[in-house]
């Protein structure tokens, strides 16, 4: 009996590999686990054992890849509708001389609420209640004044460690029919990191032409804002305090975006979108705005 008791107790020698081989597995998360928990301090002092699980997670020095358009807005509307080209669109020749190829979808994304305007021809008129705005936009899609009227967020597939410059400008002023004066520029936003993508206000840019939103006056039909992204092709770019346009109307009209891009050798643009706007009361109350009369 005392025999048969012993013969049971001594285990074949491939469970014993298994049993090791559990054990040193659940060890190796154990250690993955406290570690990742640990206090930073403690972890800038553990080195993970040569083959280890753990070497994944070890810290590197080179600064994160930019994000990736899904990361920036997630899936969001980017594969609906079929893609206008420049030319289509009226980019070229309107804005841009000559055909180029776009590297990157161009996502803008507005705010999905805004406030309503306020009706300066009513004195009933209060305004400022909150109304729908237009959210992730297609390149073409008619959007209202009053859900362009704050900025709005943009993503593209950018270079890590290049430079953006982005514009928004408007090349049927006073209308399409009639474009006698030329592109207004609405925005331009400069020296922003491809590494801090999506573009929105907290990139590390620099607005040198606040945003101004779409304005076309009364009986001028749809106007076209067109974005556009542009690579600096030598990092950042020190521009001229000349060169900046607070909140006011003055300096914005007779722009030229491909006279601009030439200057500062800026190239083709990189990516590119537009929407088509209208007059609505808002653009009394934004008239007002630049004109000073309005002192919100």
Known sequence: LEAKMASASIAPPWRTALTLLSFLILSSQASCFLLSSAPMALRRHAVPSLGSSCSARKSTSRPAAPASLSMQFGLGNLFKGKAETPEEAGLVP????ESFEAKSVLRVKYPAWVKAPVDLKNVASFGGTPTRGAGEIQAGQVVTPTQAQDKPTLGWEAEEGAYYTVMM???DVPSRAEPKLGEYIHWMRVNIPGDSLPCDGQDGGDDLKEYVGAGPPTGTGPHRYFFLVFKQPDGKIDFPE??????????RPNFKAAKFAEEYGLGAPVAWSYFKAEFDNYVLELYARLKGDDKK
């Open 94 to 97: 309107d804005v841009w001389p």
């Open 169 to 171: 400008t408007d090349p």
């Open 242 to 251: 000349t060169e900046r346009i607070p909140f006011v109307n003055s300096g």
